[in-house]
């Protein structure tokens, strides 16, 4: 039997190595890898040329915030944005949503607003807060991948952060139960210290901002998940490190034997804190932007393999609640967009650096996938895998326009900046899902849910199926 689609390229990434390949698609899966000489005739054929042909990029951490506060984000205007980044899975995070998905029932909310409504396939942490320790099994049968806690406010009354009896007791069951805790890692007390800075001066200093969100509250709290995970046994992930100074610990827990896992974000390995000017408030996150030196040793860590992965963090808001016209690093909403700039926010400072596409393959496809247990259908091109897969450019530059962005708002620090690595083609179980600036209008995602749990999906039409596009070339 033919296959119902063969690509054919010079750059293919394999879990060998970059090489040519033909890679043949049937029923959405991905049926054999093998030499482009040996490619049946008589099939479907897309021909990648020097483009690069790579899994389909696993987003392991994603503020969609549907439902209850659509009007940040959503997951028609989320997932339209990652596939035309060139990401074909995506994991939600329990909050920004209302309710956020803490129990069982919110859970089942939050995922029938994304069925049918999502252009990439789209599983879900759930969340971890003081009293909910009996509502993690029942998240888990319902579908939840794994779990997020906060050990310092997150900004939203809905999710409270844990103090270490609560985390404690948390990490206990989900060692019982064989779930991963994602933690936001910084403590209060280091940043309740810092609060002083904000007593004199502007709030519209960056470097004031900075120094309300220090270097210690990373390492304490780190220092804290460490010390639980040797105590509990609990795998322990530790999102969107900011600051170098935590590396030594995490490799130290690795040599050790310890289930303890890291990740970074495309803006701390983009920006740096003397660069960024003050009253720029497109540029506030938590944990904050540091110095430049701070982001070489964050490359460093990704080389070395202490940082696992690099996931986007992508957390909008409305353009308001970042305080424009003040400038007010104090009460601007701390969070970025940059769900559709990923992949090439990440290859134009790798780049740089003498990374390879077989390193960004590595961090943002193979890595992911594996955290949040879709090792074997997401993150790799190799026969029984999903034929989820990006065709990019690593050589084309463009200036990233905010006609450009399908994320529901446009703001972004990225705004006006060169980057490297131009997105042709995503396709998602093999069906073309975005192809040279549009989006097919018919949503093609499923819901991702931990296996043993009740499924949603949408059958699949033949191919070709979908007749609309949506353009991008819009404000």
């Known amino acids: 039997m033919l296959p119902d689609l063969l690509l054919l390229g010079e750059r293919v990434v394999t879990p060998e190595g970059v090489q040519p390949a033909a890679v043949q698609i049937r029923d959405g899966k991905i049926d054999h890898v093998g030499h482009i000489d040996e490619a049946p005739f008589g099939s479907p054929l897309i021909d990648c040329g020097d483009l690069v042909l790579m899994p389909g990029i696993v987003d392991t951490h994603v503020h969609v915030n549907e439902p209850g506060r659509e009007d940040w984000e959503g997951f028609f205007t ?39 409504r999502c252009s990439v396939d789209v599983g879900f942490w759930g969340g971890v807060v003081p009293g909910n320790r009996d509502e993690l099994a029942g998240l888990l049968e319902e579908g939840a991948l794994g779990f997020k806690a906060f050990l310092v406010p997150s900004g939203v009354k809905e999710f409270q952060h844990v103090e270490e009896p609560d985390l404690r007791a948390a990490m206990r069951e989900l060692t019982r139960l064989g779930a991963v805790l994602l933690a936001h890692a910084e403590l209060p007390g280091p940043i309740d210290a810092a609060a002083g800075v904000w007593e004199e001066g502007s709030p519209a200093e960056y470097g004031r901002y900075l120094r309300s969100r220090p270097d210690a509250a990373e390492v304490e709290a780190v220092a804290l998940l460490i010390r639980l995970c040797r105590e509990t046994g609990c795998r322990v992930h530790v999102v969107h490190v900011s600051s170098a100074e935590v590396l030594p610990l995490l490799k130290s827990a690795r040599e050790e034997g310890l289930p303890v896992t890291a990740e970074t974000c495309p803006h701390y390995l983009t920006f740096a804190a003397e660069e960024i000017p003050d009253g720029a408030v497109a540029f506030k996150c938590a944990p904050p932007i540091r110095s ?13 393999g202490v940082i696992d992965l690099v996931a986007t963090d992508h957390s909008p808001c409305p353009p308001r609640k970042k305080k424009l016209k003040a400038g007010d690093f104090r009460e601007a909403w701390g969070g970025i967009s940059s769900l559709q700039l990923a992949l090439p926010a990440v290859w134009t400072e790798a780049r740089e650096r003498g990374f390879s596409v077989a390193d960004l393959a590595r961090w943002m496809c193979a890595a992911p996938a594996r955290l949040a247990g879709l ?98 070339d819009r404000e």
Do not use: C
């Open 78 to 116: 989320a997932t339209m944005a990652a596939a035309a980044g060139g990401i074909t899975t995506l994991v939600d995070m329990p909050l920004n949503s209302i309710p956020a998905s803490t129990t069982r029932s919110a859970l089942w909310d939050k995922m029938s607003s994304a069925f049918l």
């Open 375 to 472: 090792q074997e259908q997401k993150g790799a091109i190799a026969p029984g895998y999903d034929a989820d897969l990006v065709i990019w450019d690593p050589e084309a530059s463009f200036v990233v326009s905010s006609r450009q962005l399908l994320h529901r708002h446009k703001l972004t620090p990225y705004a006006g900046r060169t980057l490297y690595g131009a997105v042709r083609r995503t396709l998602l179980n093999g069906e073309v899902i975005y192809e040279r600036g549009r989006v097919a209008d018919d949503p093609q995602g499923m819901l991702l849910l931990r296996d043993g749990a009740k499924r949603l999906h949408r059958s699949r039409g033949p191919r070709g199926r979908a007749a609309g596009w949506l353009g991008l």
């Open 292 to 304: 430049r030196e701070n982001r070489e040793r964050l490359w460093q860590g990704l080389r070395e």
